[in-house]
């Protein structure tokens, strides 16, 4: 006798596992990097005290310290009547490349087991890692400012345009910064040790407790090639509207912004597998 094939019995849809149809999903993008944000979050403010609050409270701490040992030595700020005023509207536009660079640096390294997965890639971690901590920096920005400018008695007059001018071109050179070092720090570690030292004077040589203006000339042609110095000297001339920041070129930020930041995708698209991989 010649064998039957057995009868065809037909699976039910909701019992077909689920990818049988050979179907995307949607925007798969958006839910990696809205899920890698939502893991950031609960373990970056969830588990400390005050959690999301935090970010507001430890730059106003930092400003009011500095106002407080500052204003013993002076009795009038290089600009405005007020140092907190002063010392807010530089030091919160540098603040958002400390609080960007390192972040989108090490975003490999933080999702190294998540990149694991196929549904991950090394631009989902990229872009949450940036977006996160670009839109708290912006919301510290803006509340802090306008709430200092309430207290204050100097009621400056702000120029919403150049502040998000100013804040936008921080954070394009802290994911350019962060990108390129990515893969500069990963693949030479040393490279970063020796950043953590190097970048502290970074602090005065752009420009958040003295201004361009008052440096001499010879330390001016220095400090010019430093992009955080243009965009803090914008974001004070948006809370001061009679200063006048002649120096800063934009175009120079942004070309800036594109050297460093187009080869480090090109770096880390090229050699991100190999550096996950390492060490094992």
């Known amino acids: 006798m010649s064998a039957t094939a057995p009868p065809e019995i ?46 507001l409270a430890s730059p106003m701490i930092f400003i009011m310290v500095m106002t407080i040992a500052f204003s013993l030595l002076a009795r009038t700020p290089p600009i405005g009547k007020t140092f907190i005023m002063f010392y807010a509207s530089g030091f919160l536009v540098f603040s958002i490349f400390n609080q960007l660079a390192g972040p989108v640096s090490g975003a490999l390294t933080f999702n190294k087991s998540l990149l694991q997965f196929p549904t991950v890639t090394w631009i989902d971690s990229i872009i949450a890692r940036f977006l996160l901590n670009f839109l708290t920096a912006l919301i510290v920005y803006f509340i802090l400012l306008y709430a200092i400018a309430f207290f204050s008695p100097e009621s400056p007059r702000f120029d919403v345009p150049l502040m998000l001018e100013a804040v936008v071109l921080a954070g394009g050179i802290s994911l350019a910064w962060g990108v390129f070092t990515c893969y500069l720090f990963a693949e030479l570690p040393v490279l970063g040790d020796f950043w953590k030292f190097a970048s502290r004077p970074l602090f005065i040589a ?33 809370v001061y509207p009679r200063y006048d920041a002649a120096f800063v070129s934009t175009t120079y930020v ?23 991989n390492r060490g094992k």
Do not use: C
Not at 255 to 266: A, H, S, T, W, Y
């Open 10 to 55: 037909e699976i039910p849809k909701a019992l077909q596992p689920i990818g049988s149809t050979g179907r995307m999903r949607s925007f798969p993008t958006f839910r990696s990097v809205f899920a890698l944000m939502l893991r950031e979050m609960g373990q970056k403010y969830g588990k400390s005290p005050g959690g999301y609050l935090w970010a």
């Open 206 to 238: 752009s420009g958040v407790l003295f201004m361009y203006e008052d440096f001499p000339e010879s330390v001016q042609n220095i400090l010019y090639w430093n992009p955080l110095m243009h965009v803090v000297s914008l974001g004070r001339a948006a």
């Open 254 to 276: 942004m070309l800036f912004i594109m050297l460093l930041l187009v080869p480090g995708l090109l770096l880390v698209r090229q050699h991100h597998d190999r550096l996950l």
